[in-house]
Structure formats: C-alpha cells, structure tokens
Nanobody, 124 residues
Framework: QVQLVESGGGLVQAGGSLRLSCAAS????????MGWFRQAPGKEREFVAA????????YYADSVKGRFTISRDNAKNTVYLQMNSLKPEDTAVYYC?????????????????WGQGTQVTVSS
C-alpha cells in the first residue's frame, strides 16, 4: 500500500515563498510520475504540477507556470513543490498524488494514490 504524507504548508504573505514536500512509502516510488493538485474552498480540485518518474520532464498549470517548480528525489522517496511569488489566489489545500504511469499528466483520474493535504494560506 502506498502512503503519501505532505508537509510544508502554512501562512505566508503575498510575494513570499513556501516549499511543500511529499514523502512516499513503498519501493515503487521511482517508477511513477507524481503530481500536485490543490482545492480552494468552494472550488473544484485543480491540477498544479507533475513530474515524470526520473524528474526530467515537468508539466504545469498555466496559473503557476514560472512561479512554481516541481522536483523529486527518488533516493528519498520525496517530491517537492517550490512555490515562489505566491498570490492570495494560491490559497488552497495542496495534495500530492502518484500517477498510474511514469509520464506526467494533469488528469486527476489518472492518479491512484493521494495524500491527506496541507493547507497553504497566502495573505494580501
């Protein structure tokens, strides 16, 4: 069974930065793409970023492109989301997820395992 545990969320002022981490259990971490999604109150869950199995290919939502960076360390079974130039509209619960394939993508239904989420709040 795969378990994903996010950390690193918190309260930050607009323009600030946060780094989210997602630690995964299991020996198959390096075989699959990983992604980050977010859900704001009253809104649907949306794709944020994804990275392929080896970390060489990344994919971002237009709303975060140029501000957020996804990366992974397969030796540590961990995926990261570096968030810079944060805006109040980035406020949401952020979830990491493991995709069913080695290549990245933005469709939530292609992700089989999800973490419990970490809250990110950006004040104006």
């Amino acid at each position: 069974q795969v378990q994903l545990v996010e950390s690193g969320g918190g309260l930050v002022q607009a323009g600030g930065s946060l780094r989210l981490s997602c630690a995964a259990s299991g020996r198959t971490f390096s075989s699959y793409a990983m992604g980050w999604f977010r859900q704001a109150p009253g809104k649907e869950r949306e794709f944020v970023a994804a990275v392929n199995w080896g970390g060489s290919m990344t994919y971002y939502a237009d709303s975060v492109k140029g501000r957020f960076t996804i990366s992974r360390d397969n030796a540590k079974n961990t995926v990261y989301l570096q968030m810079n130039s944060l805006k109040p509209e980035d406020t949401a619960v952020y979830y990491c997820a493991r995709r069913n394939t080695p290549v990245p993508g933005g469709e939530a239904e292609q992700y089989a395992y999800w973490g419990q989420g970490t809250q990110v709040t950006v004040s104006s």
